[in-house]
């Protein structure tokens, strides 16, 4: 493909509707850079749960602010694992922005417009050189609104919410069913309905549902429309 023109893909859409293994899976067939944006907002919330900027659900929004523009996010190659990992501030914190607490305090810096135009400006410079498969909920509508090609997953939320719910007993996480797709409808109504950046499909995006789809099928169509594009 390095002879190729080299674009940026904006993949968005729902949680739990396997847009990073799909996004993920594409960088690596197009020697692209792979970019989680959602692993940004989750390094903010991180950051607010380790500094005292949460109390009792309610977020200190003028001391995050103050110290927004001193947040250094990164992502870096870790060697151990043979993946890119989240840095915050000099320090790897890949581990602890996926653990619950941060999945369930990350909406409280998500709406924050401040913090999304921060992780915008970043979100922005990393997919200035092209080359970059990025995923999140405004990526094909805020971030890169000028990306080559747009996909925009979703699947049914009994769908996803069985595929989490498998992955988490896989990993000896005891859950019911009931209460991961409860947990999925909240997140789709949070992302949704949002005054700030909503998850929107963008006009010129292309629609996967994925509710019947296996992750080859959802690549190999991903693929031919990379192909279609450049
Ligand atoms: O994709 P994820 O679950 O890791 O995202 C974490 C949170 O950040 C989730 O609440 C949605 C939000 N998010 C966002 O608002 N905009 C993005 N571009 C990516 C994620």
């Given at each position: 493909m390095s002879d190729r023109r080299r674009i940026n893909i904006a993949v968005d859409g729902f949680s739990s509707c396997g847009k990073s293994t799909l996004a993920k899976r594409l960088a690596q067939a197009l020697d692209y850079t792979y970019i989680d944006s959602g692993a940004m907002y989750r390094a903010v919330a991180l950051y607010m749960l380790e500094n005292g900027l949460v109390d009792q659900g309610r977020l200190d929004k003028a001391g995050l602010l103050e110290r927004l523009p001193s947040?250094?996010?990164?992502?870096?190659?870790?060697?151990?694992?043979?993946?890119?990992?989240?840095?915050?501030?000099?320090?790897?914190?890949?581990?602890?922005?996926?653990?619950?607490?941060?999945?369930?305090?990350?909406?409280?810096?998500s709406p924050v417009p401040e913090v999304r135009a921060a992780l915008v400006d970043l979100q922005r410079t990393l997919g200035r050189e092209k080359g970059v498969v990025m995923d999140g909920r405004d990526i094909g509508t805020v971030v890169f609104p000028d990306a080559e090609l747009k996909l925009y997953m979703t699947a049914r939320p009994?769908?996803?919410?069985?595929?989490?719910?498998?992955?988490?007993?896989?990993?000896?996480?005891?859950?019911?069913?009931?209460?991961?797709?409860?947990?999925?409808?909240?997140?789709?109504?949070?992302?949704?309905?949002?005054?700030?950046?909503?998850?929107?499909?963008?006009?010129?995006?292309?629609?996967?549902?994925?509710s019947d789809l296996d992750q080859d099928a959802q690549f190999r169509l991903a693929m031919e429309l990379v192909q279609r594009t450049i």
């Open positions: 947040l250094k996010i990164e992502f870096r190659y870790d060697p151990a694992t043979g993946k890119s990992a989240t840095w915050l501030n000099g320090r790897n914190v890949e581990r602890e922005i996926r653990g619950m607490e941060v999945s369930r305090y990350v909406t409280l810096v009994e769908v996803r919410a069985q595929r989490r719910y498998d992955e988490m007993l896989a990993k000896g996480v005891e859950v019911d069913y009931a209460s991961v797709l409860e947990n999925i409808e909240r997140r789709d109504e949070d992302d949704t309905k949002r005054a700030a950046d909503p998850l929107i499909k963008a006009p010129d995006a292309v629609e996967i549902d994925n």
